[in-house]
């Protein structure tokens, strides 16, 4: 599995983590604080999928970086968390983390502080080698990508705004 790859290629500290991480899961402990936080970075998407909430008519009504999380408050949460067993990050759920250029200082930053597991999910449109190379480099642990299709037909129209030969 991938986790066991991680082991391997982490360490100890990794397998530790997930063990904590498996049993909380599956509630055989409760930890003193939360292992693993999720962040949403951005209320923004390069797409207009229809199954998304940022196709409604509220969503469009963005208003653009200035709701976007903030760094400070980001590195606070780390700060914190950290000493009291955060270990693992998703830096995203419903959004496109691509679309922040800065993503890689949110995934360095956690990782130089102690975060173990750092997960982005993303719909590849704006993942380029550049950008992949700066995400490895800040400690991206795991890149999730969502296509919702298997032919070009379907993926065409789920992903609105996408180009299927691309992704």
């Not at 402990?29 to 999720?38: A, E």
Request: aromatic share 10%; charged share 30%; net charge negative.
């Amino acid at each position: 599995t991938v986790n066991d790859i991680l082991c391997k290629e982490l360490g100890p500290d990794f397998a530790a983590y997930r063990e904590i991480f498996d049993k909380a899961s599956k509630q055989e402990i409760v930890t003193d604080f939360p292992t693993h936080v999720g962040f949403e970075l951005n209320h923004s998407c390069n797409l207009k999928c229809p199954m998304c909430p940022w196709s409604s008519t509220e969503a469009k009504k963005k208003e653009g970086k200035k709701t976007w999380f903030d760094i400070e408050a980001f590195k606070q949460v780390i700060d914190e968390g950290v000493p009291k067993g955060l270990k693992s990050l998703s830096m995203n759920w419903v959004n496109e983390p691509l679309v922040r250029r800065d993503l890689p200082d949110f995934i360095a930053y956690a990782r130089d502080k102690g975060v173990l597991d750092i997960f982005v999910h993303t719909n590849a449109v704006l993942l380029r080698a550049d950008v992949s190379e700066r995400l490895i480099d800040a400690g991206l642990t795991r890149l999730s990508v969502s296509l919702d299709a298997f032919n070009e037909e379907t993926y065409n129209k789920i992903r609105i705004g996408s180009d299927f030969d691309l992704v």
